[in-house]
């Protein structure tokens, strides 16, 4: 099983401002890794695939970097509607998705 | 738009059973895999099964193999999950999503909203 860790578990950062959340996979996932969004009482969007593809209707301040095990999500400048919690996923080792346990990105 | 709407959800003892439906609209239901994802109460996110577009291949996290059956019927739009001998720790939120092709593999791009299992005597 392929166990991916973010960090931190809680991210306080005012709007405006750069946020950058980190995600590591206990092996590698080559560039096999997909960020969600998801905002209290709603599903999970799609924000990043590939590491680093957008998905359609994802504003250009959200972008991904990284492949191997380390991996980086980057919001330019906050806006109040980007306070939720992201997770990572990796879906190299298909089907057995595994997902990160989540970074909450609070207001500061 | 596409629109995932997930029923079915309710409490249950342990060791009972329940069925969830997933109700899609939007796109070509029949084309595209399908997942069921499940999330316990303030907890994150965990695969839980796969079927191909066609029925033909399914696929389990080891925590329900043996225990829940994914299934779906091209003709009515609807994926099911089938959940027996249900535990405590099958209590979730269980939210159905549609595969697409990632580069690379495939991953999740729309959801629905979830239904809620409680498993409790």
């Known amino acids: 099983e392929i166990v991916m860790t973010q960090s931190p578990a809680t991210l306080s950062v005012s709007p405006g401002e750069r946020a950058t959340l980190s995600c590591r996979a206990s092996?590698?996932?080559?560039?096999?890794l997909a960020w969600y969004q998801q905002k209290p009482g709603q599903a999970p969007r799609l924000l990043i695939y590939?590491?680093?593809t957008r998905a359609t209707g994802i504003p250009a301040r959200f972008s991904g970097s990284g492949s191997g095990t380390e991996f980086t999500l980057t919001i330019s400048s906050l806006q109040s509607e980007d306070f939720a919690v992201y997770y990572c996923?990796?879906?190299?080792?298909?089907?057995?998705?595994?997902f990160g346990q989540g970074t909450k990105l609070e207001i500061k | 738009q596409v629109q995932l709407v997930e029923s079915g959800g309710g409490v249950v003892q342990p060791g009972g059973s329940l069925r969830l439906s997933c109700a899609a609209s939007?796109?070509?239901?029949?084309?595209?895999?399908m997942h069921w994802v499940r999330q316990a109460p303030g907890k994150g996110l965990e695969w839980v099964a796969f079927?191909?577009?066609?029925?033909?291949?399914?696929y389990y996290a080891d925590s329900v193999k043996g225990r829940f059956t994914i299934s779906r019927d091209n003709s009515k739009n609807t994926l099911y999950l089938q959940m027996n001998s249900l535990r405590a720790e099958d209590t979730a939120v269980y939210y159905c999503?549609?595969?697409?092709?990632?580069?690379?593999?495939?991953?999740?791009?729309?959801w629905g909203q979830g239904t809620l299992v409680t498993v409790s005597s």
């Open positions: 999503a549609k595969d697409r092709v990632c580069s690379g593999g495939s991953c999740h791009d729309y």
């Open positions: 939007g796109f070509t239901f029949s084309s595209y895999g």
């Open positions: 079927i191909r577009y066609d029925g033909s291949n399914k």
């Open positions: 092996q590698s996932v080559s560039s096999n």
């Open positions: 590939g590491a680093s």
């Open positions: 996923q990796q879906y190299n080792n298909w089907p057995r998705y595994s």
